[in-house]
């Protein structure tokens, strides 16, 4: 488990990474310019590590589901061999997948060449001079492998485990409560803030800026801060050590 979470939280990193050196380049200056091409490997890095998210978070489901439903069975299931596929799988599938989709958008002839955006992504679409089926296909394609089948994977593993808790003793579905929950926030938190993304895209002539503004800040704050707390306070020696660290009272 502690590796998966060591994951998310490097991919956690890396979204920052991606994100936050040029918005505070652009907040420093006069004027927001970025070169087009600059603007395709944000757009790329940003959608392979979102779909690197939804299937870390996907390993993980898994991860629960035989720690809970088949305990027994774990050692051998859950090998250093098989975590090791999982992670490579949860980088290189969103990586493949996105570079078609990248390459699609970087032949595309452009009419416009001002984006309402703080950081690149498919509001880029909204640039070309003709819309393009097939990055629309793509794109659907790539949501649907990459964000889609990992939620209903997820959904299906957390069922299973809801079936197995039900029929437990009380002890047995607060250890499991307290596995899962941390797990199913972070989930969730990941979806909501991906479809303000696409909300923000589709509406965009509907959306008033400051509203728009808000709901990106959303995607770059959120999730690089949310995922530490969430699993950094649920380890019981982080959070021993935090209380440690808290000024004591004189009496």
């Known amino acids: ?16 990474t991606n994100i936050y050196p040029k918005l505070l380049i652009d ?4 004027k927001q310019i970025t070169s087009y091409q600059a603007c395709l490997v944000q757009f790329y890095m940003f959608y392979t590590l979102v779909g690197s998210e939804f299937l870390l978070l996907a390993a993980m489901a898994y991860d629960r589901y035989v720690s809970i439903c088949k ?3 774990y050692p051998y299931i859950m090998t250093k061999k098989t975590s090791i596929i999982f992670l490579a799988l949860s980088w290189l599938l969103p990586a493949c997948h996105h570079i078609g989709l990248a390459i699609l958008t970087a032949i595309q002839k452009l009419c416009i060449f001002t984006l309402k955006i703080i950081f690149c992504n498919n509001a880029i679409y909204n640039l070309f001079c003709v819309p393009s089926r097939a990055v629309s296909i793509y794109g659907v394609v790539c949501f649907l492998n990459v964000v889609v089948l990992p939620v209903i994977f997820i959904a299906y593993t957390y069922t299973r485990i809801l079936i197995i808790c039900y029929h ?7 250890k499991a409560a307290q ?16 479809i303000c993304c696409l909300i923000t895209v589709r509406l965009e002539s509907d959306i008033p800026n400051t509203a728009r503004l808000l709901m990106a800040l959303q995607t770059v704050l959120y999730n690089p801060l949310f995922n530490p707390i ?5 380890m019981t020696e982080i959070y021993k050590h935090l209380m440690r660290m808290r000024p004591m009272k004189k009496k």
Not at 179 to 194: A, D, G, M
Not at 230 to 234: M, N, P, Q
């Open 1 to 16: 488990m502690y590796i998966f979470i060591a994951a998310l939280l490097l991919n956690s990193v890396l979204f920052s």
């Open 27 to 30: 907040f420093l200056s006069e």
């Open 71 to 73: 305990p027994l069975q």
């Open 168 to 174: 437990s003793s009380g002890e047995f579905r607060r």
């Open 179 to 194: 596995t899962c929950v941390p797990h199913l926030l972070v989930l969730i938190n990941s979806f909501y803030l991906l």
């Open 230 to 234: 969430i699993y950094g306070l649920k």
